[in-house]
């Protein structure tokens, strides 16, 4: 049996058909349409070889130069369209990964933008907490003062008892008259211990709402980020076997076609 010298040319390497796409660090949409799988007509990389001319006349008939010449040109023809057919299937999945790349990196730049936004939200409910920080703050000096005054009332209600055991001898009048300045001291004192602690109850109330407040904040955002950027590796990695799947079904079409006699 004769021996065919196919002239066809060498088939494209693994990393020449890899396109120069890149994968995003951050979130990318998983945005990578479908329709690329049914863009390319799978007929467009079969092998033709029902158009090879001198296959009519049977080759018995013919002398042997004759075949020779007939089937050198069989050979010719059949490593032109071989040529052409791995041309057009080269050409059809570089067109199919660039408008992947195009369409991935459209997404990347959506993403991007959305993640700035987020990052800008995140910044300004910073700036928030830190002026509810301030404020928790001004609310324990506050306490503090307070804690002075009761202090100074203590103080006073000691000295007021010191200066009725002191006078107490001088006499029913003046134990009389302190009697009655000691209730008047007592009333005031019940008046201001009350409203003190009135003040105090409202104080608290205020700093365990707004304790409550910035803890469910600070859980929130703690959630909201780890779900962001669990969702930003998900759609990472589906990108990539979305990828790496296409590109394998490229690279195992061509292996096919290549293998076809």
């Given at each position: 049996m004769m021996k065919v010298n196919r002239n066809c040319p060498a088939t494209p390497s693994t990393d020449e058909l890899k396109p120069s796409i890149f994968t995003p660090k951050e979130r990318t949409s998983s945005i990578i349409p479908n329709e690329l799988t049914s863009e390319i007509n799978p007929s467009a990389y079969a092998l033709n070889l029902t158009h090879i001319t001198g296959l009519h006349t049977p080759i018995n008939s013919l002398s042997l130069n004759e075949q020779l010449r007939l089937e050198r040109d069989i050979?010719?023809?059949s490593s032109v369209i071989t040529r052409d057919s791995f041309t057009t299937t080269f050409s059809s999945l570089q067109t199919m990964l660039s408008q992947m790349q195009l369409k991935v990196a459209a997404a990347f730049l959506q993403e991007?933008?959305?993640?700035?936004?987020?990052?800008?939200?995140?910044?300004?409910?910073?700036?928030?907490?830190?002026?509810?920080?301030?404020?928790?703050?001004?609310?324990?000096?506050?306490?503090?003062?307070?804690?002075e005054d009761f202090i100074q009332i203590k103080n006073r209600l000691e000295t007021a008892v010191i200066q009725v055991t002191k006078f107490k001898t001088h006499g029913a009048e003046i134990l009389q008259t302190l009697f009655s300045e000691s209730r008047q001291i007592d009333e005031q004192l019940s008046e201001l211990i009350s409203e003190s602690m009135a003040s105090l109850t409202r104080t608290r109330s205020i700093i365990n709402s707004?304790?409550?407040?910035f803890i469910e904040k600070s859980d929130e955002v703690r959630s909201e980020l780890n779900d962001r950027t669990t969702l930003i590796r998900m759609k990472m990695n589906q990108i990539e076997e979305t990828r790496l799947s296409t590109l394998g079904r490229g690279l195992h079409a061509m292996a096919l076609k290549s293998t076809t006699p």
């Amino acid at each position: 049996m004769m021996k065919v010298n196919r002239n066809c040319p060498a088939t494209p390497s693994t990393d020449e058909l890899k396109p120069s796409i890149f994968t995003p660090k951050e979130r990318t949409s998983s945005i990578i349409p479908n329709e690329l799988t049914s863009e390319i007509n799978p007929s467009a990389y079969a092998l033709n070889l029902t158009h090879i001319t001198g296959l009519h006349t049977p080759i018995n008939s013919l002398s042997l130069n004759e075949q020779l010449r007939l089937e050198r040109d069989i050979a010719h023809q059949s490593s032109v369209i071989t040529r052409d057919s791995f041309t057009t299937t080269f050409s059809s999945l570089q067109t199919m990964l660039s408008q992947m790349q195009l369409k991935v990196a459209a997404a990347f730049l959506q993403e991007t933008e959305y993640l700035q936004q987020r990052e800008q939200r995140l910044e300004y409910e910073e700036q928030l907490l830190v002026e509810r920080n301030r404020q928790l703050e001004n609310l324990r000096h506050e306490r503090e003062r307070m804690e002075e005054d009761f202090i100074q009332i203590k103080n006073r209600l000691e000295t007021a008892v010191i200066q009725v055991t002191k006078f107490k001898t001088h006499g029913a009048e003046i134990l009389q008259t302190l009697f009655s300045e000691s209730r008047q001291i007592d009333e005031q004192l019940s008046e201001l211990i009350s409203e003190s602690m009135a003040s105090l109850t409202r104080t608290r109330s205020i700093i365990n709402s707004k304790k409550n407040n910035f803890i469910e904040k600070s859980d929130e955002v703690r959630s909201e980020l780890n779900d962001r950027t669990t969702l930003i590796r998900m759609k990472m990695n589906q990108i990539e076997e979305t990828r790496l799947s296409t590109l394998g079904r490229g690279l195992h079409a061509m292996a096919l076609k290549s293998t076809t006699p």
